[in-house]
């Protein structure tokens, strides 16, 4: 064994020892120095070859390659070996390391340990998105519009057409089971989200049973707008597993009486609304209530003239035929009192519906957004009329992120739940 023994006997007495009884046995004495020296360091899982031990220089390297002159204390550990001489490992692996780390061992003192440097933030890598209820992704446009970094934005939707527009987007991505009512919030694989990573959770249950309009609703008991209970279910179970994550919810500002407005508020979101309409920055109106986590100013208001959005010589018009600057909220169905013949075509000398390019452009839609689905699907026109009527109007909820950004984009860096040690 030669000058690769003396130099162990001269840093570690223990090993002299050991060697004494045994006598010169070959790679297997080697292999039991090895695990004595480190035994007497302190040393429980390295195995550190004693031909590679060089204690007279005064050189400390480290992992990512730079290097630090030592103290007549130290020697360097050249190479790390994890096996014996069979090739197997006696000794479990190491834990994966982070970040620059020494590969030292003292001798004479203590052995220092290792620390593994975890940065405090995330990197800025994007939020991750839960939306329920989403429709043509209108959630991942204001997103987008707002200036957010969205790394992945998991969909639930139950609609065919809506989910073949949404699969056009980059960031999009369907859960494995689209009907809320089955989704638990504790599944695990490539098609659902991490639960613990989920920064965002948006919701805009369907209103038809909510409305004002519909005076013979029944409220959140009705067939469509009980989902509202399955959403706030899993909103809970997003919450559980990252008390981080924000809220942002929408659903029509007047309900009827049978509606439960401060029982859905109060006991169940446990968040009080805001109620904004559309029509003070945008072209149409669409007054409607937003349940949000963090707090909200006044959003600016601008003169948006509904008829720059129109195609040429058309201009919109009330229900008495009277010119106005704002198009009517608008609806699934064209036949309602509000969207029936809202514009007036000078070319044609009549009074027209709104065509369905326009409808994009008033609810701040990439015109055309609505046209296509993957694969080449084209999506027929009554189908997109309905995307456009149950859709966020893009530039109403990009304000309102927009007001949140900071405290969302705070707590999706701070949020390490959910993630794994990688080693660098």
């Known amino acids: 064994m030669g000058g690769a023994a003396a130099d162990t006997d001269r840093l570690c007495p223990a090993t002299h020892e050991a060697r004494e009884g045994q006598g010169d046995c070959g790679g297997a004495a080697v292999a039991h120095l090895r695990l004595l020296c480190l035994e007497r360091l302190g040393q429980g899982r390295l195995c550190v070859p004693l031909e590679q031990v060089t204690p007279s220089d005064r050189i400390q390297y480290y992992s990512d390659g730079t290097a630090h002159e030592l103290n007549r204390y130290q020697f360097v550990a050249w190479h790390m070996d994890f096996t014996d001489r069979r090739g197997k490992s006696p000794y479990p692996a190491p834990p994966p390391r982070v970040g620059r780390q020494k590969v030292c061992v003292d001798v004479g003192v203590g052995r220092r340990t290792q620390k593994a440097h975890t940065p405090r933030k995330r990197e800025a890598d994007g939020i991750t998105v839960l939306s329920c209820f989403d429709g043509a992704a209108g959630g991942l446009l204001a997103l987008r519009r707002a200036g957010f970094t969205v790394k992945q934005y998991w969909r639930v939707e139950v609609d065919r057409w809506c989910n073949l527009v949404a699969a056009t987007l980059v960031e999009a991505k369907d859960c494995a089971v689209m009907d809320i009512k089955q989704v638990w ?13 989920v920064d965002l959770f948006m919701m805009g249950w369907p209103c038809q049973d909510l409305s004002r309009a519909n005076i ?6 009705g067939p469509r707008s009980s989902l509202f209970f399955h959403g706030a279910r899993l909103w809970e179970k997003v919450r559980v597993a990252n008390p981080d994550a924000v809220l942002f919810g929408e659903c029509v500002a007047r309900w009827n009486r049978r509606g439960h407005y401060k029982f859905a508020s109060d006991t169940v979101l446990k968040v009080q609304p805001v109620v904004v309409c559309s029509g003070g920055h945008s072209y149409c109106r669409r007054e409607r209530a937003y349940w949000l986590s963090w707090k909200v100013g006044t959003l600016t208001k601008c003169r948006a003239d509904a008829a720059d959005i129109l195609d040429e010589g058309r201009h919109p018009v009330d229900k008495h035929g009277h010119r106005v600057t704002k198009l009517a909220t608008l609806m699934v169905h064209r036949s309602s009192w509000n969207t029936k013949n809202p514009v007036w075509d000078a070319t044609l000398g009549e009074y027209d519906d709104l065509r369905i390019h326009e409808a994009e452009r008033a609810m701040e839609m990439p015109e055309g957004h609505t046209a296509m689905g993957v694969g080449g699907m084209v999506i027929p026109p009554e189908e997109r009329f309905k995307m456009v009527g149950n859709a966020f109007n893009v530039r109403t909820v990009a304000s309102l992120l927009s007001e949140g950004r900071q405290q969302i984009t705070a707590r999706a860096q701070m949020n390490h ?6 080693q660098p």
């Open 417 to 422: 739940r959910g993630q794994t040690r990688q």
């Open 216 to 221: 013979y609703g029944k409220g959140l008991l």
């Open 185 to 197: 919030g504790d599944e695990v694989g490539p098609d659902w989200p991490v639960w613990a990573e």
